[in-house]
């Protein structure tokens, strides 16, 4: 039973393009984050959310807009799509009372904008 | 500026070696402090924690960490590594700045020969 899910796995798209990214959580956390992983593998965060409310938005383009129906799921959506989008993009999960326990880690969506 | 510096990026071992990972923060608060490691085409799986108590903790897969606040460290290490230890290995320092985030490390490539 997946703890954290993404879904898709890969998407190649063409730049322009608008494209969607879902996120799921299990673990009745608080608390989710969207980070991106670039080619050398530097993870930096975009978002994060507790309890459907935004709380952290680092300078990320307007192009990108999270949304969060209910504390379980926390989704991107990308507009008008560019090369250098491509990177890895993954989401975590954490509950804000046990800050110290980590996150915990989807497996990734792998955007290519071609 | 908070800051998290891994200063080895690329690290090639042979099996039984012994192993050290450098992890330096710039952070004056009071921090958490993690390893992820991550393995090939995988996502983040976390290592092992410090959040307060000795400040010597152990993790999974025989691997240890040691927190020294005077020099702002958090160094991983292992006595004798295996080849299925490659893997890419984060630092991450979560800190309150407002709100509370993470702060990754830019990775540590660990390549293991059999």
């Known amino acids: 039973d997946t703890a954290v899910s993404q879904t898709p796995k890969y998407l190649v798209t063409q730049m322009g393009n608008d494209k969607s990214i879902k996120c799921e959580q299990n673990?009745?956390?608080?608390?989710m984050y969207w980070y991106k992983q670039d080619s050398k593998k530097f993870l930096k965060i975009m978002f994060s959310?507790?309890?459907?409310?935004?709380?952290i938005n680092e300078t990320v383009p307007n192009r990108f807009s999270p949304k969060s129906p209910d504390k379980a799921h926390l989704n991107l959506h990308i507009n008008s799509l560019e090369l250098g989008d491509s990177a890895v993009y993954f989401c975590a999960s954490s509950q804000e009372s046990q800050r110290g326990y980590g996150y915990t880690f989807g497996s990734g969506t792998r955007l290519t904008v071609v | 500026a908070q800051s998290v510096s891994q200063h080895n990026h690329h690290v090639i071992l042979s099996e039984a070696a012994s192993l050290e990972l450098g992890c330096n923060y710039s952070?004056?608060?009071?921090?958490?402090l993690f390893w992820y490691v991550q393995y090939p085409g995988q996502h983040l799986q976390l290592l092992l924690k410090y959040f307060s108590g000795d400040p010597l903790v152990k993790g999974i897969k025989g691997f240890e960490a040691e927190f020294i606040k005077s020099k702002f460290s958090f160094n991983l290490r292992k006595p004798s590594v295996q080849w299925s230890d490659t893997a890419e290995y984060f630092c991450a320092v979560g800190v309150t700045s407002g709100t509370y985030k993470y702060i990754f490390g830019t990775g540590t490539r660990l390549k293991v020969l059999a």
């Open positions: 673990l009745g956390h608080d608390t």
């Open positions: 952070y004056g608060g009071t921090v958490n």
């Open positions: 959310y507790n309890n459907k409310e935004l709380i």
